[in-house]
Structures are given as structure tokens and as C-alpha cells.
């Protein structure tokens, strides 16, 4: 609508006899835009015409006025016309502009394309009006189009004559419709098709602009105003073209400033030594002197070196490839180096440890060696008994030094010495064992773990009766090589012998036993018989319940061997039954110290909890004591002393208990002695047990739940255990407090069972669970010394604490209950003093006492039910949650999420990665800690500019394109082999 | 017993690396149960780093003396960034080195107040003087370098004087071209090579402009702050104004954002700083409040990342573009009302003139060390600052960043001025409450804005 009025006053005040239409001359204006133009663009010259463009539907008087123009005198109007002229072109862009950037979605008009792309547009014309210059010359067409153009002017008037409006075809300007519809040609379409509807477009506003006669100028104010929106307009569009840049700094994670680079580089070496050339008198001397001494050049050797290659009938490759290979051998071997040298540095201990527990696993073991060389082999055993017949007989490595002596007397405090001490008594046990494992290299492997143990058990026995002894026996199983099937082998004949040995030693002690037991021994001895059996069988069925199927497979097999042992020697030897059963089964003490514990949720060791390792220690120390029957050690004294104190009132029991058993050796002896000869191998295995319970830590903390169950579904512990049970509780200083029930029972119960016959010996399962019921509450506090008390929290937290932590909570809610009720209590009873009689002598309403007695019971009941519905942790036992808000927190949180975050989850994981180096690896370290701002010291920082940014993006496009392209390459190479295949799914190829 | 003795022993080769191509040894536990509480830790760091900024926080560095006479006109060079030129009211002007800390050269320009003073640019050969007496004065560099000698007073003469017909009260120089505006009864658009301006550029309304300023990114635009309380802008393209938004208060100083093209900060005699989106005038981007007295003058960083306010209340203020309120508080008992305040050019430092006839040299980030260290340290304080930020939000670090100490009565002034805020707020609150037809709801970030003249 506004473009048409432009060329209406141009026809109104001008007649352009052999002029194009106007919205040619205004394309091609358009479209010509050189930088004058865009100069004059921008100059607010014409705000009449703009004001038209902008404002289309201004007031009729203005047009008017603009018709009174009409009566100018013609001269004028010839020297306007270039005036003019200029303002359309002025106009005709001004519109463009305005265009551009107010209706986007104009943008298919033809005019904006124009604008968008102006030299196209002018060649284009260019074109066009040549094509018009050749087809000009058929005349009809025109005139009857032109005719027509002019009917559509109708108000145009001029002066030559009133009618000649319609009848001057000459005078009429050739459409450009007129002049296209002449023209065949696709090419030229889509041009026909945009004049077209250029042409109806003015075809529109005519009908309405034939009303409006032409407008007045504006005044200065208004021109200024109009200028001045559409300057900043174009200002705003023109600056909008930062915003996504801007948007993109905004959004970096570090900007770094200066941001232009610096462009300077350094030339490379290549390029100094191609432009070198001696310049100076000393390069040129030397430069002589080199030529005179015909030093070769590069070129010239290589040469060489293929002509001598040529003569060797050696292709270039092949030494290409030799090199190569003599590379990477060289670099292999470097590496190699550089890894031994740095392995070869490494000074720590537990590094050198495990490489030599590496070697010694890569190391050949005994076996294979007799495989590969018997004598070898032999000299290796002998080499190992002797260091063991050493041993034994030195006993070097029993606290036997000077230093460990010393150590002892004044008390191991600090645990550096007492793991040396531990480490050398390891060592020594570890000779011991270093020959059983000679041994058991002879021996079939599935030897169980705690066969092991029990063979450690032999040993110390074997330890006791002389070592001597042993020797012999292991010279005699090197040489036994008389019997067949599997007795045949040599674990087997160990086997039988160590029993036979054992078999005898236990013999003559209980014979000696027997000597002094009363007639009331006869009986227990029976029991004890039965018991053994049955032992074997419940034993199995404790073990099956925790153990493997492989396991019980290899225990089955044992117990068999061992059977059939004892069916031998059952004949000799039916009283020694009892010890051998214990000797044989060596794993049965562990089951008691397991089962023990499981009485109790145990809560992991702490590999640092001093006081278990203490006593362990103690233990320990005991034992040694006893083997080497090593009376009244000075260093403990101490340990006597505190154990006399744990041992507390159980003590008398189990003495009285050992009284009834008749081996009363103990009677005459110190407290330290009671255990001694008659009780050594319990103990003994106690310690030992409980040292080795320690080492196989991890298992008994799996099996504890397990041995829970089978405890209680082990309907009938045997005596003997439960006996064993006791003494092992009387030793350990944690179990004293918690089993004495138990004990006291179980004490009673022998008693009466002790007369009656063995069924009754079976403990009721109801009883059992009493017991440890009793057990648990047994664990009070009260009942402890202070050390003990210390002792069991740390190893059992969460029996006491428990307790402690139900019985809070519980207050915790009565408190709130009694605080509630307070309040809801004042409305029943009023005010107090109020309503009632005071004074003495005054009765006290027993009724309403009891009357508000029952409310209040009634009200407790229903707050207390109401807090348990509303409490979040009233179905959690263990936890509580503190509902209301914790002062001492707020210094932690934050009122609302901070703002660049949207939500809580998003500020939380934000935080959640922590940045310091303790959580990160040094790259990641700094990744994070980059700053936001980095500025490059001492340089002024300019400010952005658009030239070198679009350099920069233009690089980086070119350097994208460039990598699609070598990938495109890179594909399609591959693509080339699948191409078939890629075909057949349908896949275009690129 | 044998006593053990521990020593602590260093060897080198257990630390240093035996070429640059060997592996670093990094003297630490991966195992992350060997650091357990990272947050907890974290912010216990970040508190520290906070209350040790606090430590530290020494941001004068010097005050230079010279001038006999109140400062209000300061420039910084476009390429060196340890030159500064200043104009004092008596119409002489100074050269200063910050390096050296001293003049390097002056002359006696003008007999009257000097208004503004501008360094050409992108070179920075000459910088232009402005002043009462209605004379703009060409200087070069080099001519005032020689010596104060009396032999060369004869060369400190002007390069050229440009004699205008309108007052005169602020001058700025095109980024890259040989123009350069002032600012008076007219906008005055001025060519190196001649006389007389070759352009008047008006809003037909009879206002002074005072501040006028390039944009240095949009390099043909450029704003000016009026007498009539309005920010004008201008296009020296289409060589019109544009637009021009008026104000409650008068503006007193306008600086653009030299990284982000359409944003330009305008410091207000109501005590406050707008920042605005050239391409939509009705309302500010971000009021920056904080002043308690008019902000005389604004500068953006060169990072475009903050910008530095001076004000009659005596004090600087370093503003986050982005946020309310100021980052950082300078003042020194013997500074009276700043009139300049500018960037550095490496945005590390920040100069001050006031009228107390001294330029001051602040740090532009007070507690950042400002010799060379080590790339350990860089890293320990790279880390204290992105802990800083992470956990700056948690309210006890954000009350230590955020204390500063105010003079006793710039302390006193504050909390009179935070209760007639609250004061106003109240009545505000009570009025929509009792006659909401009263009260005409605006945001805040309009309230200030009068209205645009188009």
C-alpha cells in the first residue's frame, strides 16, 4: 500500500511518457545499492516520503494540498523531475529497510529479496531489460496494456487535455507485464509470477489511494520523530547481531582476556637451516674448511648407501623393516630396564614381601622336585628337619632371647614390641612348620585346614614328650613304604602314627587319672564313651550345616580313616577315648569359641581393638608358659593379677566343678598351676583356638548367624563341650560375666544328670533359648567391672547401646506425652486451688481422684496412641527423627535455591563432586578449579570486536569442513568394501 | 629399650622429577575412605579462604599527588597500561606513569575548568582537552614527554585548538576513526582535520549534555546523559539521535560494556547505577544500589564482567554486572568526593581522582597478591576461589565475603537510608492494602524510568 502512493506522485506530477512502471524503477534502484547510496539510505532527507510510508493512512487534507501542486508552471516540473527521481530511490529503500526489519515474515516479497541479495537482483535486471529492449519493438500488445494501465490511474489528470487520459496510448508506460507475457520461457516464470502479484498489490491500494489526495510535509518535529524510530530500529537491529556472541560468553565456563591471539610464530628449524647462508667471515670460513675437508652431505651418503644396498641384493624395504624391528626390540628392552631399575629402587617391605611370596609360589614345590631330582629332593627334607631338630631343640624362637625376656619382665605396653615378639614366636612356628609341610607335600592335598590345626595340636604335644621322638617318626615315614592300597600312602601312615602316638601318651595319663578317680568316675567314663560317639555324629551335623559339600566330602573320608584307626586300637586302648577324640578332632574347640560368640549378635572386630589382641597375646603367653613349663614369669605378674579379677565369682564354681571331676591335681598347685598337667591340652587349645579364631577372623563373623541357628538347633550339647565351653568362658575375660548363669545351670544340671541316664543329659531347647535370654541380660552394665564394662561395649555395642538408645526414645516420647497431657489435663481439673477446699482438715475427694485418675489414664492412652500415629519414626525401633528444627544446622543450609540454579536437586549436585586434590586426579583438579575469568598479565585487554570474531569462526568452519571431508574420505573408502551390503538395508551411500 | 629416633628426611629424587618426561609423583592416598566429610571439609575450607580474603583484603596501593586542585577529569591509554592522563580544575593536566608512580608530564592547557578529556584512539597518539573556555586542545604525547625544562615549555603547545561556539562539557573520541564528539547545548561531531565540527546533532529540545561515550563496540554509537535528567543515544551512521529515555534523576556518567555491545551502565545522582539493554529502553537490566551519596562517574573492567562506580559519598564501589549489589567498598579516611573512577587496562587495578587533588591506585580485587607466585600458590588460590563460589551461598561465608567496614558515617547514613527504604516500602505496602486504585503498580526496574522520548 505504501510503496504504491510513491509512484502515484510521480504520475501526478509528472507525465512519464516512455517510463516503465514504477515498481520497476523501483526494484532496480533498489537493487543498485551502491555505498553512496547506502550513505544517502540513512540520511533523513526525505521525511515526507517516509511519514507516507509509515503512516498510509494520514489525513485526505494532505493530499489535497499535494494536488494543488498540479498547477505548477511546467519548468518547475522539469527541474523537480531529477529531484525527484532521487527521493524515489531515497523512498523506495527507506520501505525496504523498514521492511526488513519489522515484518520478518515479509520476507518473500520481492523487494526484500532484493535487498538481501542486490547484485544478483541487478544483473538480473540488467538482463531483463535487455530482453525488453529487443521485444520492444512488437508493438500491439503494448498498447492495448498500456491502455489498460492507465484506466487503473484514473484520477490522474493532466493538463494537455481532459480526455486524453484513456486515448493517449503513445504517452502510456509499457507494463512490464505486457512486455513479459511476449516472452516464452521458463526461465523467466517465476519473474512473471512476482511482477504479477506486485501488480496486484497496487492494484489494491490504487482503489483506496485514488480517494487520498497527496499529503502535506511534515513538520520538522514530526520528520525528526520519524527519523529518529527508524534510526533506532536500524540501530537495534544492527547491534542484535552481538547477542548470540554475547550469549555464548556469557555461558563460557573460563573466558580468557586479551581475547584476540597473539598471530606471531616463531619460524621452525626446518625453515632457519633452508634460508641459512653464511654471511659473516667466520661462517664462511668454516664453511670452506668443510668443503675443502669434502665432508659429505646428506645426499650424498644416502646415495652411497643405496648403491652398497644394490650390491647386497638388500631391498630398501627389507631394511626398512629390519630397522624398525631393531627399534622396537631396542625400546623394549629400554622399558624392560627402566622398569627393573625402578622395581630395584622400591624399598618397601611389603612390596619386597609379596615378591618373594610370588617366588616362593613360582618356586618348584617338594614334590616336583623328587619328580624331577629324588636327591634333591631328599637333601631338601634333610635340610629342613635339621633346621627344625635346631629349633626344637634351641628353641631360639620361643621367647628365649635375652631382648624378649627383658621385654617380658617389664610388661609389654607398647604394641611395636609386642609384635616383634608375636612375629618371632610366627617365626618359630613357622619352622616348626615348615617340615609338616614337607610333609603334607607328601600328602594329598585335601587335607583339611583344621587338620592342620589339630596337627599343631599334636605338636605341641609331641613338643612335651621329646622331640627326639619325632625325628625318628620322620624317618621311619620317609621310609614306610611296606603297606598297600591307602595306607599305603604316606599322609595315611602319618596319620596312624601320630594317633598311635598320641593314643599312647593320652593312655598313660588317664591311666594315672584313673588311679586317683573315684567309683563315681565309672559311670561318667561310660557317658563320656557314648558321648564320643555321638560326638562324631553331632559334630558332623554342626559342621554340615556350615561347611561346604566338598568339605564335609573330605571330613566324611577322615572321619572314616580315623574310624577304622580306632577300631584297631579300640582294643588296646578303650579309656584313652575321650583325649583322642578331642586330639583327632582338632576342629572342635574353634566350634565352641565360634559358638560362643554367636551368642551374641557380635558386632565385626575391630582389627584395632587393642584389648582382644591383648589378651589373645596372654594367651598366647600361657601357652608358651606351659610347654616350656616356665614357672612364675616375673613380666606376669600383672596378667595374674587382672585375670583373678576378671575371673571373679566364677571362679569357686569351676573349681568346685574340676573338684567333682576328680582331677584334683590342680589342688596343691598356685592359681597359675591349677591349670596345669590335667588341663594343659584344654588350655593349650584355648590359646591356641582363640589365636587361631582371631586368624580366621572373617569366616567366624560369616558363620556367627549360621552357628546361631545350629546352636540352637543342637538339641543335645554334649557334656564334655559344654564343659570345655565353661573353662574356655572362665578364661576369657568377656564371656566370664555372660556365661556364669549358664555355667550354674549347666553345673546343676550335671549334678542330677550325673545319677540319671543320659537323656536327660540333653539340654530342652526351651531351656537353651532361656539361656541365653539370660545371657543378654546378663550383658547389663551393672553386673561389670568398669575395665569390663569397656571391654564388652567395645566389642558389643550394639547389645548395650540398644537399650540405652530404645529406652531415650521411649522417654523422649513420655516426656511429650506427660507434656501434652499437662495441657489437656488443666481443662478437666481447672485451675489448681480453684473449686476446691483448702486448708487442713480438708477431705480429700477419694471419687474424684480416681474419677480424674481414669480420664487422665484414658487421655495418656490416646495421646500416646495419636503421637505414635503422627511420629515418622514410630515403626523405626532403631532411629530417631527429630521433626522440629535444629538450630545448630541452619548455619548449613540455604533459605531458597541460589539463583542460577532452577532446583533444589540441581544447586545439591552441583555441590556433590568434591574439588579438592584428596578426591581428584590432578587433571580433574584443575579442570575444576579453572577461574571464570582469566586475564593475561600485563596486557591491555580491547574490546570486542565483530572482524575478529568472524576470522575466528571462518577458521574454525573451514577446519570442521576440512575434518568432515577427511572422515567423509576415511568412510567412504571403508563404505566402498559394504557397499553391497549397505545397499541391500536401504543405507544411502554419501 | 632402644629409642627410635624419626628424622625427617628429604630426597630429592623422591620428588623431583628426573626429566620433564617423567611421570609426576603425586604425594597422595587415592584411597577415598583415607578422606571421608569431603563437604564437610570443603566448606570448612571455603570458610577459611573466606575469613583469609578477609585478612588480606589490602587494596590501596598508592595516592599521587600533584594536581593543586580537585580532579575530575581522568583517562586511561588504549595501549599502555601504565599511562594515565588527568585534568584538574585549575585547566592543568598530568601525564602519570603507574609504574613509577609519578607525572611524567604536565602542562598548563587551559585557563578554565577542564570538562573532559579523551585519548584518540585506536593508537593513542594524542588525547583532546575540553573546557570552559569554549577550546578543545589536540595534544601529542611525545610533545609533553620532553622534559619540564623551560627550553621545551615552547613545544607544549597543542597540535591544534578547536574553537567551539556552544559551552563545552564532555568529549569522547571514536574507537577507531578520526572523529570524536562533545557534549554541550549540542552534540558536536568533530574531525581531527578540521576546525569545525561537521555535524550538530540534537533532540530540537533545549538540554545540556554532560557525560557523552562512545560505544566501543558498536563503534557508531553513542550516549550521552542530559541535563533534562535524560540518557540520550545517537547514531553517527544515520548521524541522528535515536532515542532518549528520561529519567527521575539526573545521570552523571555513562559507560558501555566493551564485551557485550548493547549493554551500557548509567550512574544516577539518585545514588543508584542502571544498567540497560540499548534495544529495550523501558526498563533497566539491573539496578545496582549500595551509593550513599550521587555516583559521579562508572567504568566497566575491560572483561566487561564488572564495572567500578565513584561516588560523592567518598567512597568506590565495584560492582558484578549482574548483581544488586557492590562486591567491594574502598575508601580511605583522606579521600573526599570521587569524581573518576576508572579500569586499568588489564583490569587488575582500578584509579581513582577526587577532588581532594590526589589520584588514587587501587587493586581491583583487594586481597589477590600482586607479585608473581608460584604455580603451587596459583593453584591453592584458584582452588580457595572456586570453593568460595560453591559454597558462597551457605549464610555464614556469605556474611564474612559480604562484611565490610564503613566509616562511621557512611555507616550511619546506610542504616538511615535502609530505613527510609523501609519506611517507603511500608507506606507503599499500606496504600495497595487501603486504596489499591492509589497505587500504581510498576516493577522496580521501571519505576525509575519517566519515560522514553522516541
Known sequence: ?990 | MDTEIKIISRRRKKYVRSTNRDINIVHRNPNPESHPFEQAREYKRALNSVKMDRIFAKPFLTAMTGHIDGIYCLERHPKYLSRVVSASADGEIRVWDLMRRKTVANVQAHNQFIRGITISKPNGNFFFSCSDDQTIKQWRFSDLRSNVNSEYQKKKKPVSTFISEETLRGIDHHWSRHTFVTSGDTVQVWDHKRSKPFQKLTFGTTETSSAIKFSPVQKNVFATAGSDRSVGLYDLKISTPIRKVILKNQTNAISWNPMEAFNFTVANEDQNCYTFDMRRLDRALCIHNGHLNAVMDVDYSPTGREFVTASYDHTIRIFNIRSISSRDVYHTRRMKRVFVAKYSGDSKFIISASDDMNIRLWKSEASKPLLPVDRKEKNAIKYRESLKKRYGYLPEIRRISKHRHLPRVLYFMKQQKKKSLQARARKYRNMKMNNPSSVKQTKMRKRFIVKQLK
Do not use: C
Request: aromatic share 4%.
Open chain 1, 1 to 990: 500500500m505504501s510503496k504504491s502512493r510513491i509512484p502515484k506522485i510521480n504520475l501526478e506530477t509528472y507525465e512519464l511518457p516512455s517510463d516503465f512502471s514504477d515498481s520497476s524503477i523501483d526494484e532496480s534502484l533498489a537493487f543498485g545499492s551502491s555505498e553512496d547510496e547506502e550513505i544517502t539510505k540513512y540520511k533523513p532527507t526525505n521525511p515526507k516520503n517516509k511519514k507516507k510510508n509509515q503512516l498510509s493512512n494520514s489525513s485526505n487534507s494532505e493530499s489535497q494540498s499535494e494536488s494543488e501542486e498540479e498547477s505548477e508552471s511546467e519548468e518547475e516540473i522539469k527541474k523537480k523531475k531529477n529531484k525527484n527521481k532521487k527521493k524515489k530511490k531515497v523512498t523506495s529503500q527507506k520501505v525496504v529497510g523498514i521492511n526488513n526489519f519489522t515484518e520478518v515474515s515479509d520476507s518473500d516479497s520481492s523487494e526484500s529479496e532484493g535487498y538481501e541479495n542486490p547484485r544478483k537482483q541487478k544483473k538480473r535486471h540488467d538482463n531483463l531489460l535487455n530482453i525488453v529492449g529487443s521485444v520492444s519493438q512488437k508493438g500491439d500488445k503494448f498498447l492495448k496494456d498500456g491502455k489498460k494501465k492507465i484506466t487503473k490511474r484514473g484520477t490522474v489528470k493532466t493538463e494537455t487535455s481532459n480526455e486524453g487520459e484513456y486515448s493517449a496510448p503513445i504517452r502510456s508506460t509499457v507494463s512490464l507485464n505486457s512486455l513479459l507475457d511476449s516472452i516464452e520461457g521458463e526461465q523467466f516464470g517465476e519473474l512473471k509470477r512476482n511482477l504479477k502479484r506486485d501488480d496486484e498489490k497496487q492494484k489494491g491500494s490504487k482503489k483506496k489511494k485514488n480517494n487520498n489526495p497527496i499529503n502535506v510535509p511534515l513538520s520538522e518535529p514530526a520528520q525528526m520523530r520519524i527519523t529518529r524510530k527508524v534510526g533506532y530500529e536500524q540501530t537495534k537491529e544492527a547491534i542484535s547481531k552481538w547477542q548470540d556472541i554475547v550469549q555464548e560468553n556469557r555461558q563460557k565456563k573460563t573466558m580468557v582476556y586479551p581475547l584476540e591471539k597473539p598471530t606471531s610464530a616463531l619460524p621452525t628449524t626446518t625453515k632457519l637451516v633452508k634460508e641459512f647462508s653464511s654471511r659473516t667471515e667466520m661462517e664462511m670460513e668454516i664453511d670452506e674448511i668443510l668443503k675443502n675437508a669434502k665432508v659429505e652431505d646428506e645426499k650424498q651418503t644416502t646415495q652411497e648407501e643405496n648403491l652398497k644396498l644394490k650390491k647386497n641384493k638388500i631391498s630398501v624395504e627389507e631394511v626398512w623393516e629390519r630397522r624398525k624391528e631393531l627399534a622396537k626390540i631396542r625400546s623394549l628392552m629400554f622399558e624392560e630396564e627402566k622398569k627393573a631399575r625402578r622395581r630395584k629402587r622400591i624399598k618397601s617391605k611389603k612390596f619386597r614381601k609379596l615378591l618373594r611370596k610370588e617366588k616362593e609360589k613360582s618356586a618348584l614345590t617338594l614334590d616336583e622336585i623328587a619328580m624331577i631330582d629324588p636327591e634333591e629332593a631328599r637333601s631338601r627334607i634333610e635340610l629342613a628337619e635339621r633346621k627344625r631338630a635346631i629349633e626344637r631343640v634351641t628353641l631360639r624362637h620361643k621367647n628365649t632371647s635375652k631382648w624378649t625376656k627383658r621385654a617380658l619382665k617389664r610388661g609389654v605396653k607398647d604394641k611395636q614390641t609386642r609384635d616383634a615378639i608375636l612375629q618371632q614366636l610366627k617365626m618359630g612356628e613357622q619352622l616348626l612348620k615348615k617340615i609338616k609341610s614337607v610333609n603334607s607335600d607328601d600328602e594329598s592335598s585335601d587335607y583339611s585346614k583344621s587338620d592342620e590345626d589339630g596337627d599343631d595340636d599334636e605338636d605341641e604335644n609331641k613338643k612335651k614328650n621329646g622331640n627326639e621322638k619325632d625325628i625318628g617318626l620322620w624317618q621311619k615315614k620317609l621310609n614306610s613304604k611296606d603297606k598297600k592300597g591307602l595306607f599305603s600312602l604316606k599322609f595315611m601312615q602319618n596319620a596312624i602314627n601320630k594317633n598311635k602316638d598320641k593314643n599312647k601318651d593320652d593312655y598313660q595319663e588317664e591311666s594315672e587319672d584313673g588311679e586317683e578317680d573315684s567309683g563315681e568316675e565309672g559311670s561318667k567314663k561310660k557317658e563320656n564313651e557314648k558321648d564320643e560317639e555321638e560326638i562324631i555324629g553331632r559334630r558332623t551335623f554342626g559342621f554340615n550345616k556350615k561347611k561346604p559339600k566338598a568339605f564335609q566330602k573330605k571330613n566324611k573320608k577322615k572321619k572314616k580313616l580315623l574310624k577304622s584307626n580306632l577300631d584297631d586300637e579300640e582294643k588296646d586302648n578303650k579309656k584313652s577315648d575321650p583325649k583322642k577324640k578331642k586330639l583327632n578332632n582338632s576342629d572342635q574347640p574353634i566350634n565352641i569359641e565360634m559358638e560362643n560368640s554367636s551368642l551374641f549378635e557380635v558386632a565385626p572386630f575391630d582389627k584395632e581393638d587393642e584389648q582382644i589382641e591383648e589378651w589373645n597375646t596372654k594367651n598366647k603367653k600361657n601357652e608358651q608358659k606351659d610347654e616350656k613349663d616356665q614357672k612364675n614369669v616375673k613380666g606376669k605378674g600383672k596378667e595374674k593379677g587382672k585375670k583373678n579379677e576378671q575371673k571373679g565369682k566364677g571362679k569357686g564354681k569351676e573349681k568346685g566343678k574340676e573338684k567333682e571331676k576328680g582331677k584334683g591335681k590342680e589342688k596343691g598347685k598356685g592359681k597359675e598351676k591349677e591349670k596345669g598337667k590335667g588341663k594343659k591340652n584344654e588350655k593349650e587349645e584355648n590359646g591356641k583356638k582363640i589365636v587361631n579364631g582371631k586368624g580366621k577372623k572373617d569366616k567366624k563373623e560369616k558363620n556367627t548367624t549360621k552357628k546361631n541357628n545350629a546352636s540352637k538347633k543342637n538339641n543335645k550339647p554334649n557334656n564334655k563341650r559344654k564343659k570345655r565351653k565353661q573353662i574356655d568362658d572362665s578364661k576369657n575375660p568377656w564371656m566370664r560375666g555372660s556365661n556364669q548363669k549358664e555355667i550354674k545351670q549347666n553345673q546343676k544340671k550335671k549334678r542330677r544328670n550325673s545319677s540319671n541316664n543320659e537323656i536327660t543329659d540333653m539340654i530342652n531347647p526351651k531351656q537353651l533359648l532361656n539361656v541365653k535370654k539370660a545371657d543378654e541380660s546378663n550383658l547389663n552394665l551393672k553386673n561389670m567391672d568398669k575395665t569390663q564394662k569397656k571391654v564388652v561395649q567395645k566389642a558389643f555395642p550394639n547389645t548395650i547401646f540398644e537399650e540405652e538408645f530404645r529406652k531415650e526414645k521411649d522417654e523422649m516420647i513420655n516426656d511429650k506425652v506427660e507434656k501434652i497431657l499437662h495441657e489437656e489435663m488443666k481443662g478437666v481439673i481447672g485451675l489448681q486451688g480453684w473449686g476446691n477446699w483448702g486448708g487442713k482438715g480438708v477431705k480429700v475427694n477419694y471419687k474424684k481422684q480416681q474419677r480424674i485418675n481414669k480420664i487422665k489414664l484414658q487421655k495418656k492412652a490416646k495421646i500416646r496412641k495419636t503421637i505414635f500415629k503422627n511420629r515418622k519414626d514410630s515403626n523405626l525401633k532403631d532411629v530417631i527423627l527429630h521433626e522440629g528444627r535444629l538450630k545448630e544446622k541452619t548455619k548449613y543450609k540455604i533459605g531458597r535455591v541460589p539463583h542460577p540454579f532452577t532446583s533444589r536437586e540441581q544447586y545439591e549436585s552441583s555441590i556433590r563432586v568434591p574439588l579438592g586434590r584428596e578426591w581428584n586426579t590432578e587433571t580433574q583438579f584443575k579442570e575444576l578449579i579453572k577461574p571464570e575469568v582469566i586475564v593475561q598479565m600485563g596486557s591491555a585487554i580491547n574490546p570486542i570486536q565483530y572482524a575478529l570474531l568472524r576470522k575466528e569462526q571462518l577458521i574454525k568452519k573451514k577446519r570442521k569442513q576440512q575434518r568432515q571431508r577427511n572422515f567423509l574420505g576415511s568412510r567412504n573408502s571403508k563404505s566402498k568394501k559394504n557397499n553391497s551390503k549397505k545397499e541391500d538395508l536401504g543405507v544411502k551411500v554419501d
